[in-house]
Each structure stands twice: as C-alpha cells, then as structure tokens.
T-cell receptor, first 115, second 113 residues
Framework: DSGVTQTPKHLITATGQRVTLRCSPRSGDLSVYWYQQSLDQGLQFLIQYYNGEERAKGNILERFSAQQFPDLHSELNLSSLELGDSALYFC??????????????FGPGTRLTVL | DQQVKQNSPSLSVQEGRISILNCDYTNSMFDYFLWYKKYPAEGPTFLISISSIKDKNEDGRFTVFLNKSAKHLSLHIVPSQPGDSAVYFCAASGTGTASKLTFGTGTRLQVTL
C-alpha cells in the first residue's frame, strides 16, 4: 500500500459525458501528479500540482482539467469524453516539488471505460 | 516521439537466473533515471534509480547500469525469483523542458520455475 488513494476504481460512462477522478496523496506529500496509461502505452504525464498550484503540464488535453484543494487532495476532470479517453489514470504524490530526486508514490489507478 | 524506449515487450527467465531489462533514451537532457515495477491492479512501485554522475547503482538483487554515451540503461535482477514477475517501466527526467518524468512502454518479465 503506497498510501495514495484513488476513487473510483472503475468508471464506465458514455461518449460526451463528464467525469471526475479523485486522488488523496500520502500524508505529508505536497505534490500530486496525474498520468494516463492507454493500452500498450507507457504512462503519459498529464499535470502536476504542488501545494495547491499548478507546477508542470504535460500532454493534457484542453477537455481535461485538474485542481488541488487546500487539504491537498486532487481531482482530475475529464469532459466531452471520447472513446480514445478510455485508459488507466494514475495519481502519484511526492514530498517535493519536482520529479527529479523525488520518489513518486503511485495510487492503484482508476480504470475509465468510455462506451 | 517516444523519448524513452523499451524495445522488448516481454521477457521470460528461469528462476535463479539473471534477468536483464533494457531501456534506451534519446533526450540528452535526461540526467536521472528510475525503474518502476508494476503488478496487475496496482500502481507502479519505485524500484531503483541512478543519477547520470554514476554508471552503476546496486540495491540487493537489483543493479542498474547506465551507459551515457550509448544513451542506454539496463536493470539486472540476480537471482530472479517468481515474485519478480511483473511489468517493469524505465523512466527518465532532467532539467528544463525535460523535467517531467517520461516513462517507457514497459517490459513484462515472467520468471518461471
């Protein structure tokens, strides 16, 4: 158990819908990272928040947005869903503000299926 | 553009033998490399890392080798155990535009009895 929790575990929805994925970081970690893993792909970095502020952005679509709340939990909002958005979405957390030299602890992921 | 490549999608090794997982990268800005291990239905777990100032880092049965001139790193597991069966991801980060963690596509290792 990494200490990072993600809800829900599974999500099935239809094209055009909007969903919210939730992540609670390890106690004491200030950074939250979101990753997308599609079939046979590596983990693609989407976005990072550090202590409530956006710190880095990766290949995140405009239809996707995220935020980190004062209690440090984070939510990833996916809207106007398309079939291609079906993937595993992982959240990770770390103590520091950057990926270098800061071990990231991953949650178990949310499997999103768009029908 | 796949900046971190794991060209072997799968590898099968007998218990007790050495497992060698390979990873190549193209971005010369990368200076910190990590290996993650992932079991089904779980998130990736950090295994071992290496900074570009070193060419080898060892932790128990796991050793990572870095060849900067070839932009290549490898993970050696000796001896391999059935519990090592998992998907292994290589990841890299650096400075500036390379500061985010970039993952390879993973290699599925199966350790057989």
């Amino acid at each position: 158990d990494s200490g990072v929790t993600q809800t829900p575990k599974h999500l099935i929805t239809a094209t055009g819908q909007r969903v919210t994925l939730r992540c609670s970081p390890r106690s004491g970690d200030l950074s939250v990272y979101w990753y997308q893993q599609s079939l046979d792909q590596g983990l693609q970095f989407l976005i990072q928040y550090y202590n409530g502020e956006e710190r880095a952005k990766g290949n995140i679509l405009e239809r996707f947005s995220a935020q980190q709340f004062p209690d440090l939990h984070s939510e990833l909002n996916l809207s106007s869903l398309e079939l291609g958005d079906s993937a595993l979405y992982f959240c990770a957390s770390s103590v520091g503000g950057g990926p270098r030299y800061n071990e990231q602890f991953f949650g178990p992921g949310t499997r999103l299926t768009v029908l | 553009d796949q900046q971190v490549k794991q060209n072997s999608p799968s590898l099968s090794v007998q218990e007790g033998r050495i497992s060698i997982l390979n990873c190549d990268y193209t971005n010369s800005m990368f200076d910190y490399f990590l290996w993650y291990k992932k079991y089904p239905a779980e998130g990736p777990t950090f295994l071992i890392s290496i900074s570009s100032i070193k060419d080898k880092n060892e932790d128990g049965r796991f050793t990572v080798f870095l060849n900067k001139s070839a932009k290549h790193l490898s993970l050696h597991i000796v001896p391999s155990q059935p519990g090592d069966s998992a998907v292994y991801f290589c990841a890299a980060s650096g400075t500036g535009t390379a500061s985010k963690l970039t993952f390879g596509t993973g290699t599925r290792l199966q350790v057989t009895l």
